[in-house]
């Protein structure tokens, strides 16, 4: 009999590398004539998509297009150290960085520009759809790129380099007290299992997955993300294992360790909630980690829900629930 | 806040390349007059190299170099201590490079490297990690802890006396977590070279560029300024490429035959290369007054480590930060260790430590709820973290916590199918 | 050495290859297509994908002489900057590409099923795509990007 | 290595009796086996461009299928599909769509793994094997076959199944650990002469259960001539688990399987017998 469940799990991730550990990123940023721009990060793009994120980021600042910017990466002989692409902190740290960097070139051209347009307060011009001008009056103002040009004739040169690092501080080590982390991302998931009680083969029907991102600077990514996230959170939950013998890996192959195929993962349904992080680069904070740590609780509370058996250790294989329904009809009889 | 590039659905440029198999992996690329290094791994868990007699590799015609422990300028690399060898004389983990073998094409490389003779010294080796704590058990890093217990953290909150007096309903449980592999899908390759500026370039996937500059200089004896670390596109990562893999190893290749150098894990060599989500071995007793609210909590958490430290300290302790799950408990003691066997290293992987205790922690909020006769949604409304709760480390959340908003847009899809 | 000839791409091709090399080598080491890539060796992730007359399979499997008088279609012979396949436009306007390394071969599965069931159901696709392993979508965005080449195509 | 790619059965088999030969079907694991250095040829005789070997047609009572029929093909075809429901299922499932591609049923039997997908439905639907050797032709049952060791003798070249069309149903259910290139850890094929609800004589194979596929005469025994329903289909769960437990005896897998294999006979009774086989 194939009986359903459902199951909940929730989880909560403080991101970066945390208990005081200097977490920094840094950037260097160039506006060029024509008004496109180059970022220079250490961040390395792991798939992910942080490159497309920088460039995002950098037009929204400049008033400009994604694809106006170049975003290079990771290449030591030419960008500055930004730490890890790890704990979740790329879209964090080294967005927040890039933010720096981008408003440190910009606020040099908004210097010239004032003087250009003989505005007293940079705090009047705005940058806007690849245009540099006067706040509340539309007939002043030109084209980004020949403000920019003009600047460079004046020999100013828009360029930058910042930093930025996020706050954490050591825990007490006899007690454990402190605030290691920040920010903390939190996320729920719902996974509905079929299970087959004769053969013990759970099957993955639809996982919905609910995640906290303070802002989404790219939906699409984000959905991938979690989607991505839910399909390792499947493997570990009910696959994947390396099996071990004397230190020797048995299964040292794609074939022997199972990873989840386009078969194994269900519909995904992803969300996301924004609540602006206020140190967050437009109130954005990582998501890469937390996407895949409700799964494995809500694949295992169905299948409890589904069957009534807690599995208990993981993968959750179909010999691990067929013994837990065997033991739990013998005590069952015994009563 | 008003955005019009943040936010919006903007395409990845990078993918461009990706669809046409125009984007450069480190597979992917190649020097004129390249040779091809092929690294000789340990079969056993824990020896000490005797003797390495390389005579009937260099014979083999086609073969350049075969280099070992004693090539090797400043032999370690690590990403919290050094305590990996680049190329080891006493081996930790199966799978430990021991020497490499650099060769004309990829076949002979291959072939000198069964040629590689090794005299290992075996030595026991410990595999389970309770028994690795034992204090008669031979330590495998005695220079950096005289024990195998590499970390302890302990969180201590409230007390749990009164903790457990409060509670109507107390859920104890063992829960286990087992060895997992990153399995990204491309195996670990790179290509070094010294160019013509006498600089070491190594063009590699790696998650930290300027870590893996850092960790070559060092082990080569070079400056900063003289190695490029030059990132290519990365098949996937998930922690797996943090540590050091073969980036070194072809450096030090390429230093000594000055000749580019070109490494390709096979699919099982990348198994040994990399290191593995720890698996952990979870005591957890967690207590609820029958209002349902989380009154207690202990918890101990035992990490294996597995061969090497890598990043086993702050794993083991953002378990420990997330033991509780996203909830309330003002009486938390837990302990988390980190523990070194003879298994292949543990590191860093997606969810750091974090993703083994969901495991634990949710499955006792269920089990709660069963026993308080309430929902698995209802217990966690109770107990989540809001704005202004406290966590069992006694951080305040400032801002920024909307699980309430996530259990809100998952509860309407709490409902199943029919059975079949 | 044997001679074998075929057509890569649409281009005639003819070289001489060893008995046991495998199509994958040829076309990285011999022909510098380094859009097929080597993930497991065995037949396993699908990342070697190519398409031999008609057929996907995985080139890690293939001697090169058996490709002798055969049609081959790797991911250099599908789509360009200029004219991108619909397959290759949804997946990079669906989202469908993470770290890539998949991509080619997904992209030729996906070509593939297309060539041959213009209007795939939802099955019919996870069944194509399930011999290409990606470690970093969870395929959501994949059969995605899949079902929106397909509506193209209607129109 | 001399590689050979005859155009006719006449010439493989030639050059088979000059050269010690290994034949190269669809190669997914020949090759495999060649990379890994498992296997070393000193020639390959690639039985690939030999068109006679892949035909699918119904003669004379029989369905009879090339050895280098790939899985992709009997998978696709209607013929199969009609008449051999058992075999068209396990094309389905077996490897991945790449894999259906190149692996054939010649080559799943010359490489004979214990989980080969294709065998136990077509020891179940009765099939026989035509060899050819320099001994000259020998069409013997697949079931014979299977008893021997080595199980081909050098420079044997498996030419065709012949499945005999005697209107049996059949059906197949295969047990893997994931849903797409899974190797199977339990199948099974039932072929059964069916009049309305009276079982004539039944034919169960299982695959995965010991180092070949195998027919099980005393479930056959056990299950013909009998009424189809509840107690014969618990009839035979209970013959099946049986039969797994004393083929698996004490391996590890044993008890896991013996469990387990009563889901996957009601699936395969379920694949061609309506109400999922639970209720008839």
């Known amino acids: ?335 | 806040m008003n955005t019009t590039v943040v936010g919006s659905r903007v395409l990845r440029e990078d993918a461009w390349g990706k669809v046409f198999g125009q984007t450069k992996f480190p597979a992917d690329v190649n020097l004129p007059d390249q040779i091809y290094g092929v690294v000789v791994r340990s079969p056993y868990p824990h020896a000490r190299v005797r003797e390495i007699s390389i005579t009937q590799a260099m014979e083999m015609p086609g073969v350049v170099a075969v280099l070992s422990a004693k090539d090797v300028p400043h032999n370690s690399h690590g990403v919290l201590f050094r305590d990996q060898p680049v190329l080891a004389d006493y081996i930790r983990m199966v799978g430990d490079p021991v020497a490499v073998v650099g060769a004309e094409t990829l076949e002979i490389a291959r072939a000198a490297a069964k040629l590689v003779q090794v005299d290992y010294e075996l030595m026991p080796a410990v595999f389970d990690p309770e028994e690795a704590m034992l204090p008669e058990v031979l330590p495998l890093h005695p220079e950096l802890c005289p024990t195998n217990i590499l970390y302890h953290m302990p969180i201590r909150r409230g007390a749990m006396d009164k903790g457990w007096a409060l509670a109507d309903v107390v859920i104890e449980q063992d829960y286990r977590t087992q060895h997992i592999d990153h399995a990204f899908l491309q195996p670990e390759a790179l290509l070094a070279y010294v160019d013509e500026r006498g600089h070491m370039v190594v063009q590699t996937a790696t998650q930290y560029a300027h870590y893996d500059r850092g960790e070559i200089a060092h082990a080569l004896g070079l400056r900063f300024s003289q190695v490029q670390v030059k990132t290519l596109a990365v098949g996937g990562a998930f922690g797996g490429r943090e540590d050091i893999s073969l980036q070194i190893i072809a450096a030090l290749m390429a230093l000594k035959t000055l000749r580019p150098v070109k490494m390709e894990n096979t699919r099982e060599e990348s198994f040994y290369s990399h290191s593995k989500r720890h698996p952990m071995r979870m005591h957890y007793k967690t207590g609820a007054s029958k209002d349902g609210k989380l009154v207690a909590m202990e918890a101990k958490i035992i990490g294996d480590a597995g061969a090497y430290a890598s990043w086993s300290i702050n794993v083991l302790r953002k378990s420990a930060v997330h033991a509780t799950g996203p909830y309330e408990i003002p009486n938390v003691s837990i302990d988390s260790y980190a523990v070194f066997t003879n298994n292949p290293f543990s590191g860093a992987m997606r969810g750091f430590g974090a993703a083994q205790t969901v495991l634990a922690y949710e499955s006792q909020m269920d089990l709660l709820a069963k026993e308080l006769k309430i929902s698995p949604l209802e217990i966690r409304l109770r107990n989540h973290f809001r704005v202004g709760s406290t966590t069992a480390t006694g951080q305040v959340l400032t801002s920024s916590v909307p699980l309430d908003q996530c259990l809100a847009k998952i509860a309407p899809y709490l409902q199943k199918g029919e059975d079949t | 050495m044997i001679e074998i000839k075929f057509v890569l791409n649409n281009k005639p091709c003819a070289l001489n290859v060893e008995a046991n090399e495998r199509l994958l080598d040829v076309l990285r080491n011999r022909l510098g297509l380094m859009g097929t890539k080597e993930g497991c060796g065995e037949g396993e992730c699908g990342a070697c994908t190519v398409i031999i007359d008609g057929k996907t399979v995985n080139s890690c499997l293939v001697l090169a002489p058996q490709v002798d008088g055969c049609q081959i279609t790797t991911i250099e012979g599908v789509g360009n900057r200029q004219s991108p396949h619909p397959v290759q436009k949804a997946f990079v306007q669906v989202g469908a590409v993470q770290c890539g390394f998949c991509t080619p071969g997904m992209v030729l599965s996906a070509k593939n099923l297309l060539d041959k069931n213009p209007q795939p159901n939802d099955k019919e696709i996870g069944v194509a795509m399930s011999g290409n392993l990606c470690r970093c979508t969870g395929y959501d965005k994949i059969l995605r990007a899949v079902k929106l080449a397909a509506e193209e195509g209607k129109g | 290595m001399n590689y050979f790619q005859p155009q006719t059965v006449g010439q493989a088999v030639n050059i088979a009796q000059t050269f010690e030969a290994t034949f190269l079907a669809g190669g997914t694991d020949l090759v495999l086996h060649m990379q890994t250095g498992k296997i070393h040829p000193n020639a390959i005789i690639d039985l690939g461009k030999i068109s006679e070997l892949k035909e699918i047609k119904e003669t004379d009572g029989y369905l009879e299928i090339g050895s280098m029929a790939t899985f992709a093909e009997l998978g696709q075809s209607e013929l199969v599909f009609q008449k051999a429901l058992a075999l068209w299922l396990a094309c389905q499932t077996m490897g991945s769509p790449q894999i259906r591609n190149q692996a054939t049923l010649g080559g799943n039997l010359g490489n004979c793994s214990p989980a080969a997908d294709g065998l136990p439905p077509l020891l179940a639907l009765g099939a026989e094997v035509r060899l050819i050797s320099r001994e000259g032709d020998e069409v013997v049952s697949l079931e014979t076959l299977l008893s021997r060791t080595p199980l081909l003798s050098q420079g044997t070249l498996i030419r065709e199944f012949r499945i005999p069309l005697k209107g049996l149903q059949s059906g197949f259910a295969k047990l893997g650990r994931r849903k797409a290139l899974a190797i199977a850890r339990l199948s099974v094929a039932i072929a059964i002469e069916l009049e309305d609800n009276r079982v004539g004589k039944v034919r169960v194979a299982l695959g995965a259960v010991g180092k070949r596929a195998y027919l099980s005469e005393i479930l056959a025994r056990e299950l013909s001539d009998q009424e189809l329903n509840e107690v014969w289909i618990e009839k035979g769960i209970e013959g099946v688990q049986r039969v797994v437990r004393e083929a698996l005896g004490a391996r590890a897998s044993a008890p896991y399987k013996r469990e387990a294999v009563s889901g996957v006979f009601r699936e395969a009774l379920g694949t061609f017998i309506p109400e999922g086989g639970t209720k008839v």
């Not at chain 1, 920040?182 to 996974?191: D, E, K, L, N, V």
């Not at chain 1, 991102?213 to 493997?235: D, R």
């Not at chain 1, 992080?277 to 169905?302: C, Q, Y």
Request: aromatic share 6%.
């Open chain 1, 1 to 335: 009999m194939k009986k359903r469940g459902i199951g909940i799990g929730c989880a909560w991730y403080g991101t970066g590398y945390g208990n005081g550990f200097p977490d920094v990123s840094s950037a260097f940023v160039e506006i060029h004539d024509d008004g496109s721009a180059t970022v220079l990060t250490g961040a390395v793009d792991v798939g992910q998509g942080s490159n497309s994120i920088y460039a995002q980021i950098a037009a929204e600042e400049l008033g400009l297009e994604s694809q106006d910017i170049c975003v290079y990466s990771a290449d030591t002989d030419v960008t500055p150290d930004s730490g890890t692409t790890a704990a979740t902190r790329q879209t964090y740290n080294t967005g927040n960085a890039v933010l720096k960097a981008v408003r440190q070139a910009k606020s040099r051209l908004l210097d010239y520009a004032a003087r250009e347009f003989s505005c007293p307060t940079i705090e009047g011009i705005e940058l806007k759809a690849g245009y540099i001008g006067i706040k509340g009056d539309p007939s002043r103002r030109m084209p980004l790129a020949d403000m920019v040009f003009k600047a460079r004739l004046h020999g100013q040169r828009l360029i930058s380099a910042e930093s930025s690092t996020a706050r954490s501080t050591p825990v007490d080590l006899e007690t454990g007290q402190g605030a290691p982390y920040w920010p903390y991302a939190f996320g729920s998931q719902m996974a509905e299992v079929e299970v087959d009680t004769e053969t013990g083969m759970v099957s993955v029907l639809k996982v919905v997955a609910v995640h906290d991102v303070g802002k989404a600077i790219n939906p699409t990514q984000v959905e991938a993300q979690i989607a991505g996230g839910v399909a390792q959170g499947l493997g570990y939950a009910l696959l994947e294992e390396l099996e071990l013998q004397e230190g020797r890996i048995k299964n040292p192959a794609l074939s022997s360790y199972l990873i989840p195929t386009a078969l194994d993962v269900p519909n995904i349904e992803a969300f996301f909630v924004e609540e602006a992080e206020e140190t967050g680069p437009f109130g954005a904070k990582g998501l890469g980690e937390p996407a895949m740590l409700p799964t494995v609780a809500a694949v295992i509370n169905a299948i409890d829900d589904a069957v009534g058996v807690r599995i208990t250790s993981l993968p959750a294989t179909p010999e691990k629930i067929l013994h837990a329904l065997a033991v739990k009809k013998e005590e069952l009889a015994k009563k």
